[in-house]
């Protein structure tokens, strides 16, 4: 992982043909823009193209795209790859085209299922070949309801009942109020009166990272995201360069925290890092050394000797990871995640 190189001189974006960037908590927060995340963004396409993949399915791709391009993003619709449309790679394994669909979910489903040339509806009474399943606000016990109802027209536990396509398993969606539950808990109560699990299209899996990178021919892109669980688990996956940006659901707790499956390349406080150089990560006597910080593990102790923020923070996640313990195993002082 990068963050373990010596890159000083590099930035992140080195060597990188294309950058898929995740949208809420990396460029926007509820309706609004974060923080330099549209200037870096915008400067970023001018060598290499810019996707932006989100696992919610709740809009069209063309939606996204016009609520970018009023942030100030320079963006078409074909830059936004959606879970729907990876969905779309995963249905297409198990219906033919001009079968019905159960929809559970809102405008980003429809909308891709009518391209693919498949047929509609949110009754379980039509028996639908498939059910796909998405995040759309108004989703309710009715909607879940009906998929179930599709789900075990075979009997309860059928494994052999007709397919189910989860968009994504998100367990959390950042909104303006606030962090409110997500399509993981919405599948998990079909899950729950169904026995059985459905195939996911969206991140952490790969479905969706192979639809971004066939999209854009990217041989060597770099997936930016706020989610360990979801964007640098799935990049990881995906054989993808990463980097998280603490700028939406994780944090630097969260970080120090990461198991070896989710652990980012790189760890940035915004996206103007995205073109700085990143710092060398320098073994030293009893520790690790980031420019001006310096950490090293003292049996259980994690103790920053010096430096303050970012760089103790990248110091402190080369010590913990490199040291095998379980974060709660260790002391690890308050400064480094308050």
Request: glycine share 10%; with cysteine.
């Amino acid at each position: 992982m990068a963050l373990f190189r010596r890159t000083e001189s590099r930035t992140p974006l080195d060597g990188v043909d294309a950058v898929f960037a995740d949208l809420d908590g990396v460029v926007y927060q509820g309706p609004h823009a974060i923080p330099h995340a549209v200037e870096a963004l915008n400067l970023a396409r001018r060598d290499r193209a810019v996707g932006y993949i989100t696992n919610n399915a709740s809009r069209s791709d063309a939606s996204v795209a016009a609520h970018l391009a009023e942030l100030g993003l320079t963006v078409a619709p074909t830059d936004v790859v959606t879970s729907p449309q990876a969905a779309m790679r995963l249905l297409a394994g198990v219906v033919e085209p001009g079968a019905l669909v159960l929809v559970v979910g809102g405008e980003g489903i429809v909308t891709e299922l009518d391209r693919h040339g498949y047929r509609v509806t949110r009754s379980a009474d039509d028996g639908p070949d498939a059910v796909v399943q998405g995040f759309a606000p108004d989703v309710g016990w009715t909607q879940l309801a009906e998929a179930a109802f599709a789900l075990n027209a075979g009997g309860f536990a059928d494994e052999h009942g007709i397919p189910w396509i989860a968009t994504n398993m998100d367990w959390t969606i950042p909104v303006a109020r606030g962090i409110a539950p997500g399509n993981g808990t919405l599948v998990s109560a079909v899950h729950t009166a169904v026995g059985r699990f459905p195939l996911v299209a969206g991140k952490p899996e790969t479905p969706i990272f192979e639809e971004a990178r066939a999209r854009f021919g990217a041989e060597h892109p770099l997936v930016v995201g706020d989610r360990l669980d979801t964007d640098i688990l799935g990049a990881n996956r995906a054989g993808m360069r990463s980097a998280v940006v603490l700028t939406g659901i994780d944090r630097a707790k969260q970080v120090l925290a990461a198991d070896a499956a989710s652990r980012p390349d790189y760890l940035l406080g915004d996206l103007r890092e995205l073109h700085e150089p990143y710092p060398e990560i320098e073994r030293v006597r009893g520790g690790v050394r980031v420019r001006g910080a310096r950490v090293r593990l003292d049996g259980r102790r994690v103790v920053v000797e010096s430096g303050e923020g970012l760089d103790a923070l990248r110091a402190a996640c080369a010590v913990i990871w490199e040291s095998g313990s379980p974060i709660h195993a260790l002391e690890v002082p308050e400064r480094l995640y308050a």
